[in-house]
């Protein structure tokens, strides 16, 4: 993990992700790496399984008030709910991991309306755009008010930055973002 203050004041991130594509061709600097990242995007259970010891051991290192929420955001496409999505599973493991010290919330973050992907070609990706095409579910406040947000890529931090927004009117009092993926061009 880069920064455990960073952690708690905007994000941090595991490694660099290349994108398999830069400019139309294929990136020479995509890795092993960012290819199990595209396996965990794509639902395939190794990569579920190594996020989230990833992340886990990542956690390990912070010190923050428990239990705390962990929650995920919620891709481009609108759904009713991230049950059965390859990030909601990777936090459901992580929480197997350590029982006592996880809670998850598969909904406290939804999408409800599409917004377009960036990987194709979407140049308004800003975080107003995301705060109105995400939805907040406060009732999960009851149980913490220590939420960390996970995410697998960040390229703007835009999403993490709404979504921090959107969790503070619920008083979440405590609030990191660990991203798997920091693209890297």
Same mark, same amino acid.
């Given at each position: 993990?880069?920064?455990?203050?960073?952690?708690?004041?905007?994000?941090?991130?595991?490694?660099?992700?290349?994108?398999?594509?830069?400019?139309?061709?294929?990136?020479?600097?995509?890795?092993?790496?960012?290819?199990?990242?595209?396996?965990?995007?794509?639902?395939?259970?190794?990569?579920?399984?190594?996020?989230?010891?990833?992340?886990?051991?990542?956690?390990?290192? %912070?010190?923050?008030?428990?239990?705390?929420?962990?929650?995920?955001?919620?891709?481009?496409?609108?759904?009713?709910?991230?049950?059965?999505?390859? %990030?909601?599973?990777?936090?459901?493991?992580?929480?197997?991991?350590?029982?006592?010290?996880?809670?998850?919330?598969?909904?406290?973050?939804?999408?409800?309306?599409?917004?377009?992907?960036?990987?194709?070609?979407?140049?308004?990706?800003?975080?107003?755009?995301?705060?109105?095409?995400?939805?907040?579910?406060?009732?999960?406040?009851?149980?913490?008010?220590? %939420?960390?947000?996970?995410?697998?890529?960040?390229?703007?931090?835009?999403?993490?930055?709404?979504?921090?927004?959107?969790?503070?009117?619920?008083?979440?009092?405590?609030?990191?973002?660990?991203?798997?993926?920091?693209?890297?061009?």
């Amino acid at each position: 993990m880069e920064n455990a203050d960073q952690f708690w004041a905007t994000y941090s991130f595991l490694r660099p992700y290349h994108p398999y594509k830069l400019f139309g061709k294929r990136n020479p600097a995509f890795t092993a790496a960012d290819g199990l990242l595209l396996d965990l995007k794509e639902g395939n259970e190794k990569a579920i399984e190594t996020a989230a010891q990833d992340i886990e051991v990542a956690l390990r290192s %912070l010190h923050f008030r428990e239990p705390a929420i962990l929650a995920i955001i919620p891709g481009h496409e609108a759904v009713r709910s991230n049950a059965g999505r390859p %990030l909601q599973k990777v936090i459901e493991a992580i929480r197997l991991i350590n029982p006592d010290r996880y809670f998850t919330a598969c909904d406290l973050l939804t999408r409800h309306k599409n917004i377009p992907k960036r990987s194709h070609g979407s140049t308004d990706r800003s975080e107003d755009v995301h705060i109105k095409s995400l939805r907040t579910d406060g009732s999960y406040r009851l149980i913490s008010d220590t %939420l960390i947000i996970v995410d697998d890529v960040a390229t703007t931090g835009n999403s993490i930055a709404a979504s921090r927004k959107l969790a503070t009117a619920f008083h979440y009092t405590h609030i990191g973002a660990l991203v798997i993926g920091q693209t890297s061009y």
